[in-house]
C-alpha cells in the first residue's frame, strides 16, 4: 500500500491510498473519511434514539 497525492485539472489536491498486485485497487482518502464520519453520526443517532 502507498499513499499517492496529486492535483487536478482545478489545482484542488487529492489523496489517494493504492495497493494490490495482482488486482490494483485506490480509494478516495477524503471520501472513505466523509463516509466514516456519516456512518458514525447515523449510528450514534440510532443509538440516542434507542436510548431514549
Known amino acids: 500500500m502507498r499513499l499517492q ?4 485539472d482545478h ?3 487529492h489523496f ?3 495497493g494490490g498486485k495482482r488486482h490494483p485497487w485506490s480509494i478516495d ?3 472513505a473519511t466523509a463516509a466514516g464520519i456519516l456512518t458514525v453520526g447515523f449510528a450514534c443517532a440510532l443509538v440516542a434514539l434507542w436510548g431514549r
Open 29 to 31: 482518502l477524503v471520501t
Open 11 to 13: 489545482h484542488s489536491r
Open 16 to 18: 489517494d491510498l493504492i
Open 5 to 8: 497525492t496529486f492535483r487536478d
